[in-house]
């Protein structure tokens, strides 16, 4: 009797707690909040580009992963302080980096964009996508 007992209980608990667990794995799927964009177009004055553009040209930084780096103020996009904020990159790219920036992209000439895109590198279409952003981002 006294075995068939702990038997029983340990079923009991086993089966509880695989109860728990699942009904936690279920329950946990809807907090998933990775649809969530990552920037907001910047409120009030700093940009004027209607909300979908602005997400559009954010889109590269995101999903390239420069945000994790470099902010944009410009284009209203936060991101790490490792690298300068980009806003005037299309601007004095030249002057910094002794290549223009369609050419630093390609083939950076700083140590870190180096590694950036050596592992990484980027599409014509995504380098266009950069500059046509950086661009706008320095008022031009
Ligand atoms: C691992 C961090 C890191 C990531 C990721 C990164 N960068 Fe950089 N980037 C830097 C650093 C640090 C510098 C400054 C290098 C220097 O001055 O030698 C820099 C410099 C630059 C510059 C020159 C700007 C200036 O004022 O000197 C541009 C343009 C640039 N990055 C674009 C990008 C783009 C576009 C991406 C995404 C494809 C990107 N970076 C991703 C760290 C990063």
Do not use: W
């Not at 390239?64 to 103020?73: D, E, N, T």
């Amino acid at each position: 009797m006294g075995k068939k007992g702990i038997q029983f209980i340990l079923g009991f608990v086993i089966a509880f707690g695989l109860g728990y667990l699942i009904y936690q794995g279920v329950g946990q799927k809807p907090v998933e909040v990775a649809d969530t964009p990552i920037t907001e177009p910047a409120p009030a004055s700093t940009s004027t580009q209607p909300a979908s553009t602005t997400t559009a040209e954010a889109d590269v930084f995101v999903q390239k992963g420069c945000l994790a780096c470099h902010a944009v103020s410009g284009l209203g996009l936060d991101g790490g302080v490792t690298g300068p904020d980009l806003s005037q990159s299309f601007l004095n790219v030249e002057d910094k980096h002794g290549v223009p920036l369609d050419e630093f992209l390609k083939k950076p000439t700083s140590a870190v964009m180096s590694g950036v895109i050596g592992g990484n590198p980027l599409t014509d279409e995504e380098r266009q996508a950069l500059i046509e952003a950086l661009k706008k981002a320095s008022g031009h």
